[in-house]
């Protein structure tokens, strides 16, 4: 009774990207990592049409957030410095600032609400 050899050529690369596809054997001498590498390289090679028309149906049907162009007239608009202070912000501030937001209201630099 003779036994089949149940393992596989030297030099193929077994993942489960290759179980899914047919398996692409490599020259023998590569390292596990190099192996990866080269099976990732052939793989996009080998779907980079379907990837890219993937992107296009992709970009047609969802849209792109506004962005503020570049260049020297496109600044960002500023945030708004708030102008009012609450009990809440006096409260949960360090002594420091706290003593600073006093000396604005107090001053009339900054309104105060309850």
Do not use: C, W
Not at 20 to 30: A, F, Q
Not at 55 to 80: C, F, M, W
Request: hydrophobic content about 25%.
């Amino acid at each position: 009774m003779t036994r089949k050899d149940q393992t596989e050529p030297v030099g193929t690369v077994d993942n489960q990207e290759s179980r899914k596809s047919p398996k692409i054997v490599v020259s023998g001498n590569l390292s596990n990592a190099e192996a990866r590498r080269e099976y990732q390289r052939r793989y996009y090679q080998m779907h980079k049409e379907k990837a890219k028309e993937y992107q296009r149906q992709y970009n047609l049907t969802h849209k792109k957030k506004a962005r503020i162009g570049r260049g020297k007239g496109s600044d960002a608009p500023r945030e708004v410095i708030r102008t009012t202070f609450n009990t809440t912000d006096l409260m949960h501030s360090p002594v420091e600032k706290t003593l600073r937001m006093l000396e604005k209201i107090i001053s009339g630099e900054r309104f105060f609400t309850m």
